[in-house]
């Protein structure tokens, strides 16, 4: 069965760091680019970052850049994110998603189920 699978959200102060994983099972991510969205209660979902799946290209939305990182480990099928400095505004269930594809893209064929993200003192 192909799938992803979200892992490491959870409650985490402000400043905090939490890392993100995305594990794909029934197929190897080597030939997919993945994307991480995130959607907040209300808003629509957004695109916060893309890795490539050729050279390690990585793209990252305005509101993240400088404090999260994006990374994958071929050999382990992950795509992990690295957030720091996290703020309250970061709080949102965090989707990966990939597609078949050198380079990322505005349409993913594979999501996860979500991880959630919440950060309050």
């Known amino acids: 069965q192909v799938q992803l699978v979200e892992s490491g959200g959870g409650l985490v102060q402000p400043g905090g760091s939490l890392r993100l994983s995305c594990a794909a099972s029934?197929?190897?991510?080597?030939?997919?680019?993945v994307g991480w969205f995130r959607q907040a209660p209300g808003k629509g979902r957004e695109v916060v970052s893309c890795?490539?799946?050729?050279?390690?290209?990585?793209y990252y939305s305005d509101s993240v850049k400088g404090r999260f990182t994006i990374s994958r480990d071929n050999v382990k099928h992950t795509v992990y994110l690295q957030m720091n400095s996290l703020k309250p505004e970061d709080t949102a269930v965090y989707y990966c998603?990939?597609?078949?594809?050198?380079?990322?893209?505005?349409?993913?064929?594979?999501w996860g189920q979500g991880t959630q993200v919440t950060v309050s003192s």
């Open positions: 998603a990939s597609v078949r594809s050198s380079k990322c893209t505005n349409s993913y064929d594979y």
């Open positions: 029934g197929f190897t991510l080597d030939y997919y680019a």
């Open positions: 890795i490539s799946s050729s050279d390690g290209s990585t």
